[in-house]
């Protein structure tokens, strides 16, 4: 996609004048730009960051094929030890929706080596000329990524169901699980755009990123029960987002009481937004 298609499209011009096209969208008197100004900014920014995945489809490799690895690494290496020889269905309905929850946080560590890179492009100061919303720029790369958020945990299921994977309430339940996992994901992302524009290089924000995901994800409910920890880890994982999240979404797809988790999943993605999302959008326009 051209330099000139991403600026007409993301002022909301086109080519010839007098043939319906919209005219650029202007600031308000205060500066501000509008509702419905932002939204196709947003829309034309995403379709930008689409292409590039059209463009370069290797980016997509690890939305595809970590969901497949990590079921089937995880059913057959720890599924006979945790559930018993002979009941890898059983783990395979205890694990999944686990995965769930741990795919959206390493899908949401892209967006911030993204962001970075964009940066070492020269990408950003392009868009610091166009008359757009600071904010849009990063909305529009959170609604790409949770589209490869949908797509990985559309193959991890996929491939749950054919190893076992068993649903015991019903398709809403499903589809209530999944949507329970975007939204935490979405705040994830957040943070990682934060430490995306705070850190010096896309390997900085890697190694930062690792730092914070192996404990929430391995001390947590996501891949074996609690019960067995010990008692100060076994409090930690209480208080872990990815436990509230893995506890919801498996109770939501094999039956139980789903209130408690759901509801702390929830307050944790609102808190993680309302904090870190305008730090982040403050430090892009200081950045930019």
Avoid: C
Wanted: net charge positive.
């Amino acid at each position: 996609m051209s330099t000139t298609t991403v600026t007409k499209a993301a002022a909301g011009t086109s080519g010839a004048p007098g043939a319906g096209s919209a005219r650029p969208a202007a600031p308000t008197a205060d500066g501000r730009i509008g509702l419905r100004a932002n939204l196709r900014h947003i829309g034309a920014l995403a379709r930008r960051n689409a292409l590039q995945i059209k463009q370069d489809p290797e980016s997509m490799f690890d939305a595809v094929f970590m969901p497949i690895i990590f079921i089937l690494l995880f059913v057959y290496v720890f599924g006979g030890a945790i559930s018993g020889k002979g009941n890898n269905d059983v783990y395979v309905n205890y694990v999944t929706p686990g995965l769930m929850a741990m795919m959206g946080m390493n899908i949401a560590m892209g967006v911030g080596v993204g962001i970075n890179d964009d940066f070492k492009k020269g990408v950003m100061d392009r868009f610091r000329t166009m008359p757009i919303a600071r904010s849009s720029v990063l909305i529009a790369k959170i609604v790409v990524e949770l589209g490869r958020m949908l797509i990985a945990t559309a193959i991890l299921l996929g491939m749950g169901f054919l190893l076992g994977l068993s649903i015991h309430t019903s398709v809403l339940h499903l589809l209530a699980a999944i949507g329970l996992s975007v939204v935490f994901g979405a705040s994830l992302m957040w943070i990682f755009i934060l430490l995306g524009l705070s850190l010096k290089s896309a390997q900085a924000v890697q190694g930062m990123a690792m730092l914070v995901l192996m404990p929430l994800q391995f001390g947590s409910s996501i891949f074996a029960p609690t019960t067995t920890m010990p008692g100060w880890l076994e409090t930690f994982t209480d208080y872990n987002p990815l436990s509230n999240l893995a506890d919801a979404a498996r109770n939501l797809i094999n039956g139980g009481a789903v209130a408690h988790s759901v509801w702390m999943t929830l307050g944790w993605s609102l808190v993680i937004t309302l904090v870190t999302a305008p730090l982040a959008v403050s430090r892009f326009r200081k950045k930019t």
